[in-house]
């Protein structure tokens, strides 16, 4: 009877030995899962907003102020172009570029114009308070397309080089207006005097 | 021994490009801490203080009158300045120096604030280059570290 009762206990110890291991494997199942989660989250994620801040992302453009460039069809389309964060990483853009900054007067807002003019050239203006303005060093003068039609720096003029976001360089979406953006300067917008002569 | 080699080189590029890609989050989105330097904000911040910012603040748009934060510089985009925030959109600001007798005021236009540093003699703030953009903002500094561990600091890093 002892010995049964031993055998027993033995058993049953033997049996809850079964099933702790087993649960250790379920639950260690899941623990691995877990760690693997999130041992891709910390890699995955980071690397992915680093990317999209310092590398490129993508943007819909909105508004009219740089047709016929951007969005020539209004509201019926609106362009997606890829905005190139790593070229302006040391501030350098060139007259003609597209760009994308904060607005001036709305932090929450980006906008995307054209640089018309750098640090000490002088601009002759469209719709500005003085009729001619020198370019403040390490501000630049950006205008959009459409004038008339356009916040830019006719209505708060030179925006400092800080307020850079990225440079726009190709459009990406529809697909029939897949081109890469040239960097020019409108024939009627050349500058009066550039520091570079 | 080749493959060997090449296979530790590029666990080494991936460690150091996860670790670069996770400082550049904590750097860009939640703080960090930053050496001042110049005499401008004497005698709060020293020369050559070490401090702690944080950049939530600015994310959520919560920066008060009487905070002191860090901003790109409008003329130099590539440096950073430190001062106060004395005024914010709308607010009225005299912009004299107090040895003149008329006084000039004027108003922060939308989306700008006005900054001035406490040393009011030694500082070039917005009473010389107007208001600055708010979009130019990159942190509040809520912490500073006394001047006998910031010693140690500096020590330890030139060894």
Known sequence: ???????????????????????????????????????????????????????????????ASMQPSLNPGGSQSSDVVLLNHWKVRNFEVQRGDIVSLVSPKNPEQKIIKRVIALEGDIVKTMGHKNRYVKVPRGHIWVEGDHHGHSFDSNSFGPVSLGLLHAHATHILWPPERWQKLESVLPPERLLVQSEAE | MLRGVLGKTFRLVGYTIQYGCIAHCAFEYVGGVVMCSGPSMEPTIQNSDVVFAENLSRHFYGIQRGDIVIAKSPSDPKSNICKRVIGLEGDKILTNSPSDFFKSHSYVPTGHVWLEGDNLQNSTDSRYYGPIPYGLIRGRIFFKILKRFSKVLIWLSEA
């Open chain 1, 1 to 63: 009877m002892v010995a049964s009762a031993l055998y027993l206990t033995n058993g049953a110890h033997q049996y809850g030995y079964e099933c702790l291991t087993g649960m250790a494997q379920s639950k260690g199942w899941v623990r691995r899962y877990f760690k693997a989660f999130c041992k891709g989250f910390f890699v995955a994620v980071p690397v992915a907003v680093t990317f999209l801040d310092r590398v490129a992302c993508v943007a819909r453009v909105e508004g």
